[in-house]
């Protein structure tokens, strides 16, 4: 069990992290929240890049400063803006993070293998990771995460570069690897997550909003969710009318969806709640 208590982190007199709390056992928690929320700043202090101003991080009650090695030995990290050494193959750097890791040697090229295969880059092991295409080199970043076996495996904007395809893959991936793991993944992404998660953790200005599974975020949107057919002059100011709106697409005609916690509109009709509804309500226009 993972355990953050008031977690602050100030710069000068602004507060990236603000008395944040959660708690976090097996499964995937994504951590949602617009660009600027505190989400790296959480995952750096997690991983030790960063110390906190104030509160704690436990795991099974022990504060993790205290820790230290033993439990950096229990997380894979791949950060957002990885740094790889672009002139290493693919196989250099899993060997230098296996070495990193303490993993014996014996036991390092096999492993350094096989992840590279589970994340179907052994065609590329032996290529220089300068040539690698964006979607590549997140595959890459989550082969050298997962080197260690880690309890804990964090994922700081792990899609970013990704392809609609390979996203799909990346999902299924974690999903497989998350029955006995924490997996904590960032993201302002809502369909990244709506699929895989167990729960959802919405941070905005460095503080916790709301941890909960998604069927209850889901399920507290009811009443709250509008859709209106704007004639062909109107599409403009009603969205400028309603911040939290976005246009979709239903039977080949553009709607508005509005969330408003009452009819904002008389031709507003009601629909369902989805994920994606939870995050225009909780963050507004400045959420995308
Ligand atoms: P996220 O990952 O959710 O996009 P970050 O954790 O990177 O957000 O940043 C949270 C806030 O802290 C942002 O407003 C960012 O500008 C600010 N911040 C991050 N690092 C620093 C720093 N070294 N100095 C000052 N402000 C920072
Ligand atoms: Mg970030």
């Known amino acids: 069990m993972l355990c953050f208590t008031d977690l602050t982190k ?10 944040f709390h959660a708690e976090l056992d097996c499964g995937i928690y994504a951590l949602l929240g617009p660009n600027g929320a505190g989400k790296s700043t959480m995952m750096n202090i997690l991983v030790g890049l960063l110390a906190p101003t104030a509160g704690t991080v436990t795991y099974d009650g022990k504060n993790i400063e205290e820790m230290g090695d033993s439990f950096r030995a229990l997380i894979g990290y791949m950060p957002q803006y990885p740094g790889f050494y672009l ?13 990193m890791k303490g993993l014996p040697r014996k036991d390092a090229e096999a492993r350094c293998k096989e992840l590279l295969k589970s994340v179907n880059l052994a065609d590329h092991a032996n290529e220089k990771i300068g040539t690698f295409s964006g979607g590549m080199r997140q595959r890459l970043g ?27 893959r990346f999902r299924n991936m974690i999903r497989r690897l998350s029955d006995k793991i924490t997996v ?7 369909s990244d997550i709506e699929t895989i998660a167990k729960e959802v953790i919405l941070i905005h200005h460095g503080k916790l909003l ?31 009318q309603f911040p939290r709106s976005s246009l979709v697409s239903r039977n080949m005609q553009t709607v508005i969806r509005i969330v408003n916690d009452t009819q904002p509109h008389p031709k507003a009709k009601a629909c369902a709640p989805v994920l994606e509804d939870v995050y225009l309500y909780m963050f507004g226009d400045n959420g995308v």
């Not at 002139?87 to 993070?97: I, P, Q, S, V």
């Not at 989550?142 to 395809?165: F, R, S, V, W, Y």
């Open 142 to 168: 989550l082969a050298q995460a997962l080197i260690n076996d880690p309890k804990i495996l964090i994922l700081d904007e792990p899609t970013a570069g990704l392809d609609p395809k390979e996203r799909v």
């Open 10 to 19: 100030k710069y000068g007199s602004f507060f990236a992290l603000d008395r």
């Open 210 to 240: 709301r941890q909960a599974p998604i069927p209850e975020l889901v399920h507290d949107m009811e009443g709250k969710v509008w859709e209106i057919l704007p004639d062909a002059d109107e599409t403009e100011t009603m969205l400028d």
């Open 87 to 99: 002139g290493f193959t693919a196989m250099e750097l899993m060997r230098y993070m296996a070495d």
């Open 184 to 190: 904590i993944f960032c993201t302002h992404i809502v």
